[in-house]
């Protein structure tokens, strides 16, 4: 009875330790995947928006822009209230893509998918597939109630270092 005793005990004691061990996990959980994309400060957003033709028309409804007519067709021009939000057009010939005064905060609404990256070696590379909300913070909230602002679908790659996953570099 001692003899299988002593080899219970040294079998709790390897597994104990053998999941204890330092090293970080080579799978990559959703959770895991939201909190390190989170965490980067490379999750930031550059504060344009593409405008649908209800944005377009809502934006007008609200005095945030006119529109008005040119050789090049209707383009839009920010009114003073628009200014309070918005700092400039892109050249709009080829869509409607407006410059925000302050980018919103991203967040990961929901991470839907992970799958193992092109030139991924040993799990190293993951693709995670994401929607990703936009929060607007202070007066800048205040588009969210004429502009339709709903979670994108995106694509982020994650690289496994020793100390955990980060968001890989263009």
């Known amino acids: 009875m001692k003899v299988f005793r002593g080899m219970l005990y040294s079998f ?38 593409t405008l649908e033709k209800a944005d377009v028309e809502n934006g007008i409804k609200a005095g945030y822009w006119v529109q008005k007519d040119s050789m090049f067709g209707p383009l839009l021009e ?6 309070k939000y918005f ?8 869509g409607r893509i407006v410059n925000c005064v302050k980018p919103p905060k991203l967040y990961v609404v929901e991470v839907t998918g992970i799958t193992d990256a ?13 929607l990703v909300g936009a929060k607007f913070e202070g007066e800048m909230a205040d588009i969210t109630k004429v ?18 996953w980060r968001i890989q570099k263009e």
């Open 78 to 83: 920010l009114t003073p209230l628009g200014h």
């Open 12 to 49: 709790v004691v390897i597994v104990l330790f053998g999941g204890c061990s330092s090293k970080p996990s080579k799978e990559l959980s959703r959770s895991q995947a939201k909190s390190a994309i989170e965490a980067s400060s490379e999750f930031k957003d550059d504060g344009k928006l």
């Open 118 to 130: 092109p030139g991924s070696v040993d799990g190293n590379l993951k693709v995670v597939e994401v």
């Open 147 to 164: 502009l339709s602002i709903t979670p994108t679908k995106g694509e982020i790659v994650l690289r496994r270092y020793d100390d955990g």
């Open 87 to 94: 700092a400039s057009f892109e050249p709009q010939i080829a």
